[in-house]
Each structure stands twice: as structure tokens, then as C-alpha cells.
């Protein structure tokens, strides 16, 4: 990406770039780490169908793949073993199937994994799937929104239980799932909480914690702290501010500037909050224009797996599928590709740890699912490949945990053209970290039994009860991210609750004694 390009996508809205973020009195300490690590959050906006992406391939049991197509109809994926490409290496052909219809493709059959028996790929997902044989990711499965435990319907229908608040509702269970507090919709974000209790992170630099690519999300948010945001797509807010050499007129307008929304000179404290955020956006927008210059960013050399720029998008030629990839999902992971590269490089910004927002879109597929869904499988799957190519080259593959959340799962049955609001669903993570248990399948698939006991509906469409809390996903990243036992409840409350003994560490995500990373 050019730096003109980048600035353009990277810099939109910087008037609310750096607001709300504390003033130095308000800092606390800087933890202290001497290393760099990342985690990147790839939000799936809508609700994604994760029994679609990886599909329930087990041979008996009622949560076997018999059950999962008695559900979805003529909505399922087709019991099809596809083979996995020994490697994705540049210059590879179509490695799936394709009639040139996407249905055809997205319901042919599946990537059966080498570690995991559980679940297969959609045959759209072959980048992830290698992923996933070679040990880059996980598979968290059965998770979802808890507040405590819950055995099923009999436990959810208990009014004694705690639930998770205003179940199968967009905007609230996307509130929920990011406060880490399923039970509370007004509370903060558990990365924002994470940026107050750590507000001296990163020296003190603009660039903070967090940095989000979907404005002021919940996840995000603190009581002192809030992300620097990324507008992906829009123009340069301050362009008539532009710090450029040469230019007197400009400089002398931005100096003017400076001097009148930085001198605190006013009775009005909110006033100068407001003229300390502008400032710190301007001393934000300097920072990354003076980094971002062809001899500070890293040129990828490396190829897709179409022989394409590494951060190319493929054409509907070399996808094999009837329409153009939006690249949405592609340009967001370049970005934060670069912005790794030079927060983790000690001559450019040389900052400790980072936690992104990625949003990627169209999720909800009440209908059109078996035209709609194929392209954003298909997306997700290069995207990601493509992230994890830019890491390994960067050398930062193992510093960088990567992973999915979405509002919620969908249900085990077809409505006809898509599939409903549900609960349970599956997340993916990535990682290359020393620490990380590739290839692995965390938790366990629900009983498919629609009307059974982990449906919450006697007569129900399949909306199944979580075995495993988000909450358990997330704070085991954390703890990886350098978050101590102590401060863990701070960042989810509610993790007590699933805890085995006395000891937090107890309601990590695990299996056996070796967590997932």
C-alpha cells in the first residue's frame, strides 16, 4: 500500500483519534515489559454460522455429522472429504472445488484435519485449513456468552441461573461479548479496562493500547482510556494541517493551531480536554507520517497463494468464485500488519503491546446464506493466511495471538434460505507463539437434538447452551499477554464462576494440563 493510500485509510476521523484517553495524572504505571506482543481481535459482524465453516464430520452420536444435516436440510454441507494441499505455496492453483456456482462450492464437502476429528473446513477455507494441519491455529468450540455454568435447558430455564443479557440481539450481544461482563450491557470493555489499569503502557505514547478499525467499540473502552481509531476508506481529516516541509502557509496554520488548542488557557476543564485531544490527534497524525515512508515500513516480498502481492486480492479467476472479494478484511490486516512491524521495532516506535480491532462484516445470514456466505468464507480464509505470511516474514509470528469473535452462532436449522440468530458457536485462533497448542479442538460439539436438552426450546430451531464462556477464551490470551492472575477478575469479572478450585487459573482454556497458549 502506498503511503498516501495508508495515511488516507489509516488517519480518517482524527478528531476523535486520541479522545478520551487519560491525562499523564491519571496514567497508572507502566508494567514494565521489556518484549513486544500483539493480539488481534477479527470481529465477524453479524453472527457468523460456524456450523457452516467448520462442520460437524463426527460418525455416531447426536453430535455427529448425521444430526447436524438432519437440521440443516438441503442447507448442509455435503459429507465429502477434500484433500488438503500438502502447502500453500506460491503460485498454487484453485485448490477446491468449483462448478462455478458458490453454493456448489461452499456445499460440496470439507478439509478433514490431521489433529482434530471433530470438525472438517468448508472446502472455501483452504489457506485455514493448511493453518489449522500445520499447527498455526485452534478451533474453540461450544463457546459463547455465560455469566455461570449452564447444564443445558434445564439450567437455562432455571430463574435462579444467571443468563447473559438480551440473548440473540445484534447490538447487545456484541455489547456483552466485549465488556467481558455478560450480564452487564453499560460496562466498560475488558481491553479498555486492560488500558486503565495499565495506562503508563508503551511509555506514555499516543499510540496507546488499543487501536480499533470500527470506531468507539465497546471492547475498547475504558473508564480513562480510549483507542486511537482507524477509519479504513476515509480522507484525512487535518490535511490542512498537514506537517509538510516547504509548505509555509500550512505551517504556519498548524503552528497557530497548536498554540491555541495546546495552551490550556481556558477557565472550562472540558474545553481543555477537548483542546488536549486535538493536539495529541495532530501528534498522532506526525507520528505515523514520519514513519510511514518507504525506507521505516517493511516492503512484503512474499506471495498469496495465487502468486499475487502478498496483500493483493485475488481475482474471481483465481478464487474461483462468481464474484470479486470485497478485500476489506485484507486491507485491515495490512495495516495492522505494518503498524505491528513498526510498533514492535525499537529505531521507529518501539512500543511493548498492542491489542487491535479488525472488522469484517455480512454476517448475518437470515437469508441468501448459500449465495451470501461462500465470499466472506472465502475472505476470511486468505485474509488470514495472508496475516500470517506477513508475520513469519516480519519474524513476529510468534509475538502476535490472533483471533474470532462473533455477536453470536446460528441455528442447527435451515429457515428456508439461511439460518437464525442462535448462541453457541466456534472461534478460531492463531498464533505461532511457542507457547501455542496448534491444531487443537477446545470443548465440545452440542447435542444437535433440536428440542433435546442443550437446545433452550422444547420445539426450538437448535439454539444451543455454550459449554465454554468467551470469557475463558479471552483471559487465557491475556494471561499469554502478560495480564497476571491478579488483575484477571478486574478484566472478567465473571471468570470465577468457571473456575475449578480456588485458583483463577483453574477457568483458563486448557486441555489437560496444556493451555491453548
Known amino acids: 500500500m502506498k503511503r498516501r493510500n495508508f495515511l488516507r485509510k489509516a488517519l480518517a476521523g482524527s478528531t476523535l483519534t486520541m479522545m478520551g484517553l487519560p491525562t499523564a495524572q491519571t496514567r497508572a504505571a507502566d508494567p514494565g515489559f521489556s518484549n513486544y506482543k500483539a493480539l488481534v481481535c477479527v470481529f465477524l459482524d453479524g453472527g457468523n454460522d460456524a456450523w457452516n465453516s467448520f462442520v460437524p464430520i463426527g460418525s455416531s452420536g447426536n453430535s455427529g455429522y448425521g444430526k447436524y444435516a438432519e437440521g440443516r436440510a438441503d442447507l448442509a454441507v455435503e459429507n465429502n472429504s477434500i484433500t488438503i494441499p500438502t502447502s500453500l505455496s506460491d503460485g498454487t492453483a484453485n485448490p477446491y472445488y468449483s462448478s462455478g456456482k458458490d453454493a456448489d462450492a461452499y456445499l460440496k464437502g470439507h478439509y478433514a484435519l490431521s489433529g482434530i476429528s471433530e470438525v472438517g473446513i468448508n472446502g472455501l477455507m483452504p489457506e485455514l485449513a493448511w493453518l489449522l494441519n500445520d499447527g498455526k491455529a485452534s478451533l474453540v468450540g461450544n463457546v459463547g456468552t455465560l455469566v455461570e455454568p449452564l447444564d443445558g435447558k434445564s439450567d437455562y430455564q432455571n430463574a435462579n441461573k444467571k443468563k447473559p443479557a438480551f440473548l440473540f440481539a445484534h447490538n447487545h450481544q456484541t455489547r456483552v461479548l466485549q465488556t467481558g461482563k455478560a450480564d452487564d450491557l453499560n460496562t466498560t470493555g475488558w481491553a479498555g479496562r486492560l488500558a486503565d489499569l495499565w495506562g503508563g503502557i508503551n511509555g506514555g505514547s499516543v499510540m496507546g493500547l488499543n487501536v480499533s478499525f470500527r470506531g468507539q467499540v465497546r471492547l475498547m473502552t475504558g473508564s480513562q482510556s480510549q483507542p486511537v481509531l482507524f477509519s479504513p476508506g476515509s480522507a484525512i481529516s487535518y490535511s490542512a494541517l498537514d506537517n509538510e516541509v516547504g509548505n509555509n502557509l500550512k505551517q504556519s496554520r498548524r503552528t497557530l493551531f497548536q498554540t491555541l488548542f495546546g495552551s490550556n488557557a481556558t477557565n472550562d476543564p472540558f474545553i481543555n480536554v477537548y483542546n488536549g485531544m486535538l493536539k495529541r490527534s495532530l501528534d498522532l497524525n506526525d507520528l505515523l507520517a514520519t514513519y510511514w515512508t518507504d525506507n521505516q515500513k517493511h516492503t512484503f516480498t512474499s506471495k498469496g497463494p495465487y502468486a499475487e502481492e502478498l496483500f493483493g486480492i485475488p481475482t474471481k479467476t483465481q478464487t ?27 529505531s521507529r516506535m518501539a512500543l511493548n503491546r498492542q ?11 437470515h437469508g441468501n446464506q448459500a449465495e451470501e456466505h461462500p465470499l466472506l468464507l472465502r475472505e476470511f480464509s486468505i485474509a488470514m493466511y495472508k496475516f500470517q505470511k506477513a508475520l513469519v516474514e516480519l519474524s513476529l509470528d510468534t509475538k502476535v495471538a490472533t483471533f474470532t469473535l462473533s455477536d453470536f452462532g446460528r441455528t442447527i436449522s435451515n429457515n428456508g434460505d439461511g439460518t437464525d440468530h442462535a448462541w453457541s458457536t466456534i472461534n478460531t485462533v492463531m498464533s505461532n507463539a511457542s507457547s501455542f497448542n496448534g491444531g487443537k479442538f477446545y470443548g465440545s460439539l452440542p447435542d444437535f437434538t433440536m428440542g433435546g436438552s442443550k437446545d433452550i426450546k422444547d420445539k426450538g430451531k437448535g439454539r444451543f447452551v455454550p459449554e465454554i464462556s468467551v470469557d475463558q477464551m479471552n483471559a487465557t490470551l491475556c494471561s499469554w499477554f502478560g495480564v497476571p492472575a491478579s488483575n484477571m477478575t478486574t478484566l472478567f469479572p465473571n471468570l470465577g464462576n468457571f473456575k475449578s478450585n480456588s485458583d483463577i487459573e483453574t477457568a483458563y482454556l486448557s486441555l489437560g494440563t496444556k493451555n491453548l497458549i
Open 320 to 346: 474461483g468464485m462468481e464474484d470479486e472479494l470485497e478485500g476489506d478484511l485484507i486491507e485491515q490486516l495490512e495495516t495492522v500488519a505494518q503498524l505491528i512491524y513498526l510498533g514492535s521495532t525499537s
Open 355 to 365: 491489542i487491535f480491532f479488525v472488522h469484517f462484516g455480512g454476517f448475518d445470514t
